[in-house]
Structures are given as C-alpha cells and as structure tokens.
C-alpha cells in the first residue's frame, strides 16, 4: 500500500476536472493536486465517445483556460457553415493529453493517477484517508487530503459505448452503439435509430451523410425534444448571437406568467419564435430538452425521416417485432439497430457545492461546462469562506425537463450579477476564454450587442421578479 498527500484529491480528469484544476492552481500556485480517473487518460467521456461526434459548441470556449483549442476558425462550408469550429472527440482527446503532459504535470502542482478506481474515504476500511486503487496493478493508495475532495462525478451520465440497454434484445438482432456505424460493411436492410437525444440526432445525420436514402432510416423517438440554434452559444466575432439569445431568454422570462412546468413551455415558444430553438416537428410540442445545440442545415437534414415511431420506450427487440411501451411494430429482415438511448443527463439533486472538506462539482453558468468548472476553481482559490462561495456559486440545476428553465434562468442570472459585483472575479472572467462573452466591449457596432444590452436592461428585472414569484416556495439557493 501506498500513502500520499495532497491539498485537493480531484476524482475525474474529464473536461470538468480538468478546468477546475487549470483554474485552481494559476490561481494558487503553491497549491498541491492529486488527479484520479479509472479512464487512462484525462478527456473523460470523449475517450469512448462515438467518432463521428463533435463539440455541440464551438472549441473557442472549451476545454482549459491556459490553452487554446482549435484555431477560433469559422467554418466555411459543410453544416456548420458559417460558425466557429467545433473540435471532433480525437481532437478534444489529444488537446487534454497535452494539458496534462505540457502543462498540468510540468508545474509540479499536479500528479494524475489514471486507471485507478476512487474507492471512497476510508476506502470501507477504516484508515485515514481517501483511497484509490490501480485497475492494472491492483496497489492500494491511500490519499490524506488537506484541504478538500472535489467530486466531478455526482451528475456523471452513461454513453452508449459503456451502457447496457434497459431492454431485451434476441440473440439475432443486429443491436450496435453508434461507435460501430464506421465499422459497419455489407448492406443493411434499413436502420432503426433508438433514442431521442443528442446521440440519435448524430447518428441520423451521419447516416444521411454517408447517402442511407431518409426512407430506410426509422427514427424510434419516445419524446420530442427542444434543441438550441447553433447561434445561440457563438463567442468573438459572432457574441452578437450570443446576446441576442440571452436577451430574448430574459425578455421571454419577463413574460412568462403561469406555472414552473408551463412557463418551460413558454420560454421554449418565445425561443423558438426567434429561431433560437427548433423542434423537428413542428405539430409536435416537445417534452424536454437535453442541451443538444443543432444547426438549420441539420434540422432540416433530420426532418426528411419521416419514418418516426412515437409509442414510447423500447422494452424488446425480437426478430420480428419491437415491442414499445405502447405498442408493437415489425422488424424488418437486416435491420441494424443503433442504440442511443444513453443518458447523457443523470438526475440528481441540487446541493451545495462547497461543503466542509468536499466540493461537488455542477454546473454554475449557462450550458459550458468548462467554463463553470472553471468558475468554480476559481472562487475555491480566492476565497475563504464557504457560505460566500456558495452565495457567488449555486448551482443551475439540470433535469433536461420543461420545469427546469424557471430555476435555471433566475439563478443563471442572478448568480452573474452577483459574481460580476467582485472586481477580482469580473476581471478573472473577462480573461477566461471559456467565458463566450468575453470581448463583448469590442462589439458595440453590433446592433445585435447593442439591442441585446437593451433587452436585457429593460427585462431582467421583471424577469426577476416575475421568476421569483414563480418559484415562491421552491428552494432557490441565491441570496
Ligand atoms: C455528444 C456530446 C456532446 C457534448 N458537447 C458539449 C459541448 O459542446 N459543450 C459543453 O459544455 N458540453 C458538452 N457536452 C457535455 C459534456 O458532458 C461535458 O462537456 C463534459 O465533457 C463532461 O465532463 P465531466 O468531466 O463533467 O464528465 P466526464 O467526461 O463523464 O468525466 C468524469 C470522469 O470521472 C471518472 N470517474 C467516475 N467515477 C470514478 C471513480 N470512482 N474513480 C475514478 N474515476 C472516476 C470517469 O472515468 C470520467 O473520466 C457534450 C456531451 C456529449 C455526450
């Protein structure tokens, strides 16, 4: 067995993790990190991911502060034409194996410990300490930490290459996870993509890409969801999109008068009547929103699959038939089934994310991950007290239901305002590259900069209040 120390034991080297760490020791640099992952190598859920998968957002604002992913290109053509570049899995992979190699580990700060189980404190066993175990060698290491555990993993999702469908599959039935699509050879008699997310909507177009005719794709979608415009998340020179969608997600919150679930439904409306959101069918009202972000080019891509089974989850594929929850169709001769039915979002709920010696890493700005983490590693390294930490840092809140927005707006705004109140924190944020608002100064030629800032100016207050009332009773962790 061996015994180690530390200031912070991270438990995660995914995209999380990592950001927090970067944050924590540029802004601390006498402070000490043991970094743990069961994967290999830092990157989390990209290592595993399906390779045709991209960024949902653009490189330009993920990853680590202290380097830049990609070269901040616009994309000339292809479907995401006309926006900043999105960097696929093997790219985000390498660039967190050259933060760790180039970076993490020559500052002396970090050590990462890969192919290692976090086993919990104690370890179950009664010693003092976390402790941790090699997945190759079997050695036990036990961890005194002297200042806190960061938990990365509390909302950790599944993903298809790692999950087991909780439906029955026969023995014959050609089930793959969209990682196996590229090593696919022969002809298919059709394929049927299972899932409503994000996953599914990037095998379909992948499908559609290669030339599997619209006709010979059957989409099995239990819900409908809303997906964010690709516009809405543009930093640099296109921020004047980003402010656009903020403002009109104030100005929709501002309006919104009836109930948590409905008003979701409202916001989502008002959205979409500003193309900042789509649903693919439009005769549908969607029941959820799981943060996939979609182009136009590739809405409409996707709305030539026609063929959409809406009966409700998968429970068995047989040979000749899938039986649903509500209902059954047949199973056509050599279909390849592709199973995207992961779910990247885990319930969980809202805490505090500092508490004693622990840190419980979500999400505490709008949608990039990263970039809260980033927050987070921050505030953890320039403050003392925890009650104001979590004051500047509640968490937003994430069930991927129509609930959420109410609670998710109101903090998404107020926890903003009241970190951008601290010089020190402003500053900090307006250097970060995660920040997608950053240099928003240097736009106020953009009429969409200049009337978003109206919009905002004249809604987020009765967008407050109107939150506020809304969420009476509901437990709001902003002071
Ligand atoms: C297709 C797709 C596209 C996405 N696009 C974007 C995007 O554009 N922008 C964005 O902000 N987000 C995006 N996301 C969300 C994405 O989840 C986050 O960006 C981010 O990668 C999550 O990182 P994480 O570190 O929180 O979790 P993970 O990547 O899941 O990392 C957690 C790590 O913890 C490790 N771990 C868990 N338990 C233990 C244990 N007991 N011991 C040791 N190690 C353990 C795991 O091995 C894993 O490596 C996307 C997600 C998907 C699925």
């Not at 991209?54 to 034409?81: F, K, M, W």
């Not at 066993?125 to 060698?137: E, K, L, M, Q």
């Not at 978003?452 to 902003?478: I, Q």
């Amino acid at each position: 067995m061996r015994h180690i120390e530390t200031d912070y034991l991270v438990v995660g080297a995914g995209a999380s993790g990592m950001a927090f760490t970067d944050a924590l020791i540029a802004a601390d640099p006498d402070v000490d990190v043991v970094m743990v992952d069961r994967r290999h190598r830092p990157g989390g859920h990209w290592i595993d991911a399906y390779p045709f998968v991209r960024l949902h957002q653009p490189s330009a604002c993920y990853g680590v502060n202290s380097r830049v992913l990609g070269s901040d290109r616009i994309d000339e053509t292809g479907p995401n034409a006309g926006f900043y570049e999105r960097a696929t899995a093997a790219e985000i992979c390498d660039y967190y194996n050259r933060v760790l190699e180039e970076h993490l580990l020559p500052s002396g700060q970090v050590r990462f410990f890969g192919m290692s189980d976090y086993l919990g404190r104690d370890g179950g066993n009664g010693s003092d300490g976390h402790r941790f175990v090699s997945r190759v060698s079997g050695e036990i290491t036990t961890v005194k930490v002297r200042r806190r555990l960061v938990d990365t993993t509390y909302g950790e999702g599944t993903i298809p290459s790692r999950h087991t469908p909780a439906f029955e599959v026969d023995e014959d039935v050609r089930l793959i996870p969209p990682n196996d699509l590229v090593n696919l050879s022969g002809t298919a008699g059709g394929y049927t993509v299972l899932g409503a997310g994000k996953t599914a909507m990037d095998s379909c177009c992948w499908l559609l890409d290669q030339g599997v005719a619209p006709d010979r794709i059957r989409w099995i979608r239990p819900r409908d969801v809303w997906a964010f415009d690709r516009s809405a998340t543009q930093p640099l020179e296109l921020v004047g999109s980003y402010v656009e969608f903020m403002s009109r997600m104030v100005e929709a919150a501002a309006e919104a008068r009836a109930e948590p679930t409905t008003s979701g439904a409202v916001v989502f409306g008002r959205l979409e009547s500003h193309g900042l959101v789509h649903r693919l069918d439009e005769s549908i009202e969607p029941a959820v929103f799981r943060g996939a972000t979609l182009s136009k080019l590739e809405v409409k891509a996707l709305r030539q699959i026609s063929n959409v089974v809406r009966k409700g989850r998968v429970r068995r594929i047989s040979t000749d038939r899938v039986v649903l929850e509500e209902g059954s169709i047949s199973a056509e001769q050599g279909q390849v089934y592709v199973d995207c039915t992961a779910s990247a979002v885990k319930v969980v709920p809202v805490r505090p994310v500092f508490e004693d010696d622990l840190i419980t890493m979500q999400i505490v700005t709008f949608g990039i991950v990263p970039w809260s983490a980033a927050t987070l590693g921050y505030v953890e390294a320039s403050r003392d007290d925890d009650r104001e930490k979590n004051r500047l840092c509640p968490p937003l809140g994430f069930t991927g239901e129509l609930a959420d927005p109410p609670h998710a707006i109101y903090v998404g705004f107020k926890a903003p305002a009241e970190r951008m109140a601290e010089p020190d924190i402003a500053a900090w944020n307006e250097s970060s590259r995660l920040n997608p608002m950053r240099g928003v100064a240097d736009h106020l030629d953009d009429t969409r900069v200049t009337e978003g800032f109206s919009r905002l100016a004249a809604n987020m207050g009765p967008a407050l209040a109107n939150l506020e009332r809304m969420l009476a009773g509901a437990e709001v962790t902003v002071g």
